[in-house]
Structure formats: structure tokens, C-alpha cells
């Protein structure tokens, strides 16, 4: 099962909710100013285990291939279609290769298949609706999925309102740090999103976005074990869960070529965890019309959920866990992308990007992520 230190860094809306547990990203296709486009990417991660959780190996590698086609069905409909898989790398649960008694992580050659659909209609000039659909699959974790949208521009366009809602579906298959099963369960995520932007100057943006999310089901994850000299027994988590996010940016045109995006964001939940991210973001016109800059930097800081245990314990308590990510600490991120918006290539319109960051953890698990992508308009 993949985890979420892994999708905060390939771009699901920021580390704010960092503290939330690993589950599959949730990401709205996006509408492109172009209407008819194909856009090839492939993402790689690495994370190094410095640290973390003494009683999991966490060392993982994730190569991400992904596909995102757009198709203009008439001059009001919009569809878009993304495919991705992730082929994920990590050491294994089975006791034969344990390094000693209490020490295990997350299975290995993990291959997960996502797909996800949408279609985009033009009410008006004011108001554009979106639906959606998707469904993922791994060897231990199946996922269906819908989304709507609405968006509404204010008739002079200084301002724009978005409101969202999604419900996922899951179905996990409970394969334990020791190897065993234990059958299947459910799932439940429902979200509610609310975003505001609104243009201040000719020069400056804002935006003011908020989610609510209420979880319902099985909410551990299967494979994570806590140890205490009682002993080692299986991570267990409360079966509902409420969460707030909201995240807030400003955008300033400083030069012709140049604007900075400074953000700042809070996440909490009824499991006691809480989160602050602070970063700042520049788009430089390098080259302009040719080769676009994008720096970045993030601080992530957060409180551990109420229900973690330290490795020092000497009781089990009934609800626990040892996740790193469930855990206190902070992170510093920095990253730089290089986009060339406009490239012609056998008459072809494309868009070129790489790019890159680095994650230091307080507690050692640090990671490293790539990115490369193409885009073909016509």
C-alpha cells in the first residue's frame, strides 16, 4: 500500500496533511487551457530510512508512470482521462528476511493501477460543472471513486468560487506484519471542498481553499505493527475520522518575468494530529515565452495523533500505532522545475518539464523525487 510521505511529494495539495494515513491520492483531473492535448509524465521517488520507526524498515522506491489525455467533444464538453501505475519497491513482510524479532516493513513489488475519468461542461459563461469517476487496484487494496464539481466566475472575472465533493470507496485485504491474513474490510472517504480566488491588483492573486473529509471503516493500515516489551501485535486505529484542511496563497507580480507565491496552511483532525505548512513558490520567466523557473521551498511541522505509541512503551494500548507519518516532527523542502511551455517539434505544439526536491526529515527519512513530462498539443 502506498504511502502518503510518497503522493505529498508527487503533488497531492501540499504536506499540510501529512499527518493524514496512507491511502491513494485523490487528484481532480485539471482542466487545460488547451482543449485538445496528451501529456506523458513519469515520476520517481526514493526515501531513505535514517530513522523513522526502529521496528520498520523503511526504505521504498516508486517509479510512476502516468498518461493524461484531454479531447474537446464540442465547444461546451470537455473530456479528460488519466491512466498511471506505480511499480513500488520495499522490503518485505515475510519473517524469513527479518533483520531480528520486531523489525518488518511493507511488502514488496507492489504494482498499483489507477484510473480516473471526467467530463467539464460549460453551463454558461459564469458557471462549469464537472463529474467524475475512477477506480484503483494493488494486490491488497481496490478503490472506486466519483467527483463533482462546480465553478463560478463573477461577471467582471475577479473572482472565482469552486466548490467540490468526492466519495471513495475501498476494499482492503488485511495482510498482517507477520505474514498472516486476516480477510477483508471497507473503507469509507467522503470530501467536501470549498475554494475561493480572488484578483486583488492587476498584479496580485489570492486563494483561500478548505476541505473537510469524514473517514469511515478500516482505517489502520494492515501490514504496521507496534512493539513494546509486551511484546509485538498489530496496528490498530479508530474506525471514524474527521478532518480539517485549509490552505491559503498569495500570488504578486514583482517584475515582468517574475512572480512569488508565498502560502501558508493547517490541517487537524479528531485523532489529535496537527500540521502547519509554510512555503514559498517563484515563477521566473528565464527565457520569456521560451524557459520558465519554478524554486520552491516548504516548512512541514506536526503534533503525532493521540493514538501513538512510543518504542519505549511497556504497555499495549487499545488503540495504537507506530507510523513515522502519524508521528511528531518536521520537514524542510526544496525544489526547482524548468518548463518549456512552447517547443516546436514536426509542426507539433509541446510542453517539456523536469523537475525535482528534496525532503530532510527531522526523524531521518528522507526522500528524493523526479519528475519529466511532455505535453502535445493540437
Keep these: 500500500m502506498r504511502q502518503l510521505t510518497y503522493l505529498c511529494l508527487l503533488g497531492a495539495a501540499g504536506c499540510v496533511a501529512q499527518a493524514a494515513e ?56 470537455q473530456l ?54 475512477s477506480g484503483s487496484l494493488e494486490y491488497d487494496y481496490n478503490s ?12 467582471d472575472k475577479d473572482d472565482t468560487l469552486v466548490l467540490k465533493a468526492s466519495a471513495y470507496f475501498d476494499t482492503l485485504t488485511l495482510i498482517l506484519f507477520d505474514g498472516s491474513e486476516d480477510g477483508t474490510r471497507g473503507r469509507q472517504s ?29 482505517l489502520s493500515t ?9 511484546g509485538e501485535v498489530r496496528e490498530l486505529l479508530p474506525s471514524d475520522r474527521l478532518r480539517h484542511a485549509v490552505f491559503a496563497r498569495l500570488r504578486q507580480l514583482v517584475l515582468d518575468e517574475l512572480a512569488v507565491e508565498p502560502g501558508v496552511g493547517g490541517y487537524l483532525d479528531d485523532w ?15 527565457v520569456p515565452g521560451v524557459l520558465l523557473l519554478q524554486p520552491m521551498y516548504r516548512f512541514h511541522t506536526q503534533h503525532a495523533v493521540d493514538y501513538f505509541v512510543p518504542d519505549t512503551a511497556t504497555t499495549v494500548p487499545d488503540e495504537r500505532t507506530q507510523d513515522s507519518d502519524l508521528a511528531t516532527f518536521h520537514s524542510h523542502t526544496v525544489g526547482l522545475k524548468l518548463v518549456a511551455p512552447h517547443v516546436s517539434l514536426f509542426d507539433n505544439d509541446l510542453e517539456l518539464n523536469i523537475g525535482g526536491d528534496y525532503t530532510l526529515r527531522s526523524d531521518g527519512l528522507n526522500a528524493f523525487s523526479l519528475g519529466l513530462g511532455f505535453m502535445v498539443r493540437y
Design 80 to 133: 479528460s482521462v488519466r491512466a498511471q501505475s506505480d511499480i513500488i519497491s520495499a522490503a518485505s513482510v515475510d519473517h524469513r528476511y527479518r533483520f531480528r524479532p520486531g523489525l518488518q516493513s511493507g511488502a514488496s513489488g507492489d504494482v498499483y493501477y489507477g484510473l480516473e475519468a471526467g467530463l467539464f461542461y460549460a453551463w454558461s459563461d459564469q458557471v462549469h460543472v464537472g463529474v467524475g469517476a
Design 190 to 218: 467522503y470530501n467536501l471542498g470549498l475554494g475561493w480566488t480572488h484578483i486583488l491588483t492587476p498584479t496580485t492573486v489570492a486563494t483561500l481553499n478548505y476541505d473537510l473529509t469524514i473517514q469511515r471503516g478500516f
Design 272 to 286: 489529535g494530529a496537527q500540521a502547519l505548512n509554510v512555503e514559498l513558490r517563484a515563477y521566473w520567466e528565464l
Design 22 to 77: 496512507p491511502e491513494p491520492a485523490r487528484v481532480h483531473l485539471p482542466a487545460e487551457s488547451h482543449r485538445n492535448f496528451v501529456r506523458f509524465a513519469f515520476n520517481f521517488y526514493d526515501q531513505t530510512d535514517d530513522g523513522g520507526n526502529p521496528n520498520l524498515k523503511e526504505d521504498m522506491t516508486v517509479l510512476e508512470p502516468q498518461l493524461l489525455v484531454g479531447y474537446g467533444i464540442n465547444d461546451d464538453l
Design 144 to 155: 472506486v471513486g466519483a467527483n463533482a464539481r462546480v465553478v463560478w466566475d463573477s461577471s
Design 222 to 230: 494492515p501490514y504496521n505493527s507496534v512493539v513494546t516489551d509486551d
